[in-house]
């Protein structure tokens, strides 16, 4: 069983859709989670960091984490054709320990 | 700010050669670099954390004499893949930070593929 699992996708919604991308894990030591956005050809971005349970929000993103059923989610409102990227999960044990990702959900925000 | 490079961003080589891909941050010092491989749809997966001045800390699994990492100055991290093979064929992709523990950001990535 992998670490983190994430649907791969791709996922396709029409502008202004709500989107909703989804991480589970397996491993209860994990305390930091982070969503990163990545484009075509480009490095990953970070977009989210948060280390508790609850939401998190920063514009039109919104991270979740619910430890205890070891599951994360960013939302991300009134999409658009920019936010078109592969979003991925990633999770850390301590600050200083090693990035685990997840596979990473392809996205088409479409016109 | 914060812009990290990759060079080169696609190299093709026949089996048996050397490859070497640079990782630059263009705008700080990162004092930790990372090299992670992705092969398709897979996850990114760490190869080895390198500090600057130091010898790399290498993940399980993944060979230190065939990958060689050298981080010797505070904006430069060099990957050499050694005698390449097919099966090394991959996306490279670094990590750079000012400190360990802190905000790691990516480079564009480098598409390697061995013939």
């Known amino acids: 069983q992998k670490e983190v699992e994430q649907d791969p996708g791709p996922l396709s919604v029409p502008e202004g859709a709500i989107v909703s991308l989804n991480c589970t894990y397996s491993n209860s030591a994990f305390q930091y989670f982070m969503w990163y956005r990545q484009y075509s050809r480009k490095g990953p971005e970070l977009l989210m960091y948060?280390?508790?349970?609850g939401n998190k929000e920063d514009g039109r993103f919104t991270a979740q984490v619910d430890k205890s059923s070891k599951y994360i989610s960013l939302f991300i409102r009134d999409s658009q054709p920019s936010d078109s990227a592969t979003y991925l999960c990633?999770?850390?044990?301590?600050?200083?320990?090693?990035?685990?990702f997840g596979t990473g959900t392809r996205l088409q925000v479409t016109l | 700010g914060a812009v990290v490079s990759q060079h080169p961003s696609r190299v093709i080589c026949k089996s048996g050669t050397s490859v070497k891909i640079e990782c630059r941050s263009l705008d700080f010092q990162a004092t930790t670099m990372f090299w992670y491989r992705q092969f398709p749809k897979q996850s990114l997966m760490l190869m080895a954390t390198s500090n600057e001045g130091s010898k790399a800390t290498y993940e399980q699994g993944v060979e230190k004499d065939k990958f060689l990492i050298n981080h010797a100055s505070l904006t430069l991290s060099t990957l050499t893949v050694t005698s390449a093979h097919p099966e090394d064929s991959s996306f490279y992709i670094c990590s750079a930070s000012v400190r360990a523990g802190e905000t790691q950001y990516f480079g564009p990535g480098t598409r390697l593929l061995v013939l």
């Open positions: 948060t280390y508790s349970s």
């Open positions: 990633a999770m850390q044990i301590g600050t200083a320990s090693k990035l685990t």
